[in-house]
Every structure is written in C-alpha cells, then in structure tokens.
C-alpha cells in the first residue's frame, strides 16, 4: 500500500537552529499538510498546500515556518530557527484531488534543547 | 470553530470486550475522521465517514450527522488494539482543509 514518509524520524537540535523536516507523500496526491502534536496535547494543524503555494495556515504557522515543494516529490517544513516549544512530533500528511481521505506519515519527533 | 469532544478519556478492557468510544463537534462538517495512534507516535487513518456506518474487520464506525455524533466500536478487543483512537472533523465542503483534532481517547485491552 502506498505509504507517506518522512525523514527524519527523531532530530534534536539546538535552540536557535534551523531544521529542516522532509516528507514524501503519495504521488498521485495533490493536497499536502503538516501537523503538529507536542507532547501529551491535541495534534495542531499548522498548514495546508496545494498547486504549489499555501492554501491555508494557523496562527501557529508564523514567519519562522516555511514551506516547499522543491522537486516534485519532496515536502519540506522549515523551522528557522527553532525555540523550546518547538519540541513536538511533526507529521506530514496527503490526499488525492477527489477523495476526503488523508494518509498521514510515521512522524518527526524533534526536540529542541 | 469546532470543538470536538471525545470520550472516555481512558479506556481499559478485558481481552474479547466489545469497546465504544464517543466523538461529538459543536459545528457541521463534509468528514469525519477516526485515526491510530500507535504507542511510537504514527497515526493510522481507520475510517472516514460523511455518513451512516463503515466495518472494517472488528471495527465499525458510525455517525449521526444530525446530532454532530460518531462512535468507533471494537468487536472482540485484542491487546494489540491498544492504542490512541483519535477523532478529526473536516469543515464543510468549500471551507477550511485542516482538520480539527479531539485529545483522544487512550485504550489499554488487557490479556
């Protein structure tokens, strides 16, 4: 079954540094999100994606997140330069043009000490 | 904003019980979701539903459009269906994408 990855699977980093998360999401998906889910909390949505740009974010999703879609298949979030409460599993997730199902990948935990 | 309600918050189960767990929202939407969360964190789309009732082996998901109210059963619990089984709502069709998320509701079945 077609599956949504990403990488890495666990990051720490250091306050202050950029990171970079990856994800590969179905190929034949044209929607594409993040979310977010600190630990022992509700999973947050930060930001939706679609024919290249952003279709929508939440307040979460400030100047220091970005996101790109550099080749054709990679998703990437950045987070420029990360803060403690930054600390959290980062999931990526698609879905197809037609269809309301949406595959969610294994998660990035990152931590920021 | 929809709010989304689940419950219980905790669940624990002797192997072979049959498991509800509730999901309410205050607002309408176009879906509705019931996912997995795995103890490494993973999520696992179960069901999506926009109306009536889904069975997928053990489990079945209904909802009830008109009273914003979904319930996941499990049929004959296993150990291995411990985990988060979370509910997440979709606005209506031409609103919002992101999906709203309840806490969850943790299920521990007991051998």
């Known amino acids: 079954e077609p599956e949504v990855t990403q990488t890495p699977s666990h990051q720490v980093t250091q306050m202050g540094q950029e990171v970079i998360l990856r994800c590969v999401p179905i190929s034949n998906h044209l929607y594409f999100y993040w979310y977010r889910q600190i630990l022992g909390q509700k999973v947050e949505f930060l930001v939706s994606?679609?024919?290249?740009?952003?279709?929508?974010k939440s307040e979460i999703f400030d100047d220091q997140f970005s996101v790109e879609r550099p080749d054709g298949s990679n998703f990437t979030l950045k987070i420029r330069s990360t803060k403690l409460e930054d600390s959290a599993m980062y999931f990526c997730?698609?879905?197809?043009?037609?269809?309301?199902?949406?595959?969610f990948g294994e998660g990035s935990w990152l931590t920021v000490v | 904003k929809n709010e989304v309600e689940q419950s219980p918050q905790n669940l624990t189960a002797q192997e072979g019980e049959f498991i509800t767990i509730n999901c309410s929202y205050s607002v309408g939407i176009s879906a509705l979701h019931w996912l997995q969360q795995h103890p490494g964190g993973g999520i696992v789309s179960l069901f999506m539903?926009?109306?009536g009732k889904k069975k997928h082996g053990r489990l079945i998901a209904t909802i009830n459009i008109q009273e914003k109210h979904s319930s996941l059963h499990i049929t004959a619990s296993h150990p291995r269906d411990s985990a988060v089984y979370i509910c997440?709502?979709?606005?209506?069709?031409?609103?919002?994408?992101?999906?709203?998320f309840g806490k969850g509701t943790k299920l521990t079945v007991n051998p």
């Open positions: 994606f679609y024919n290249n740009e952003i279709s929508e």
């Open positions: 539903l926009s109306s």
């Open positions: 997440a709502v979709k606005a209506p069709q031409g609103g919002s994408e992101k999906l709203v």
């Open positions: 997730a698609s879905r197809a043009n037609s269809g309301n199902t949406i595959y």
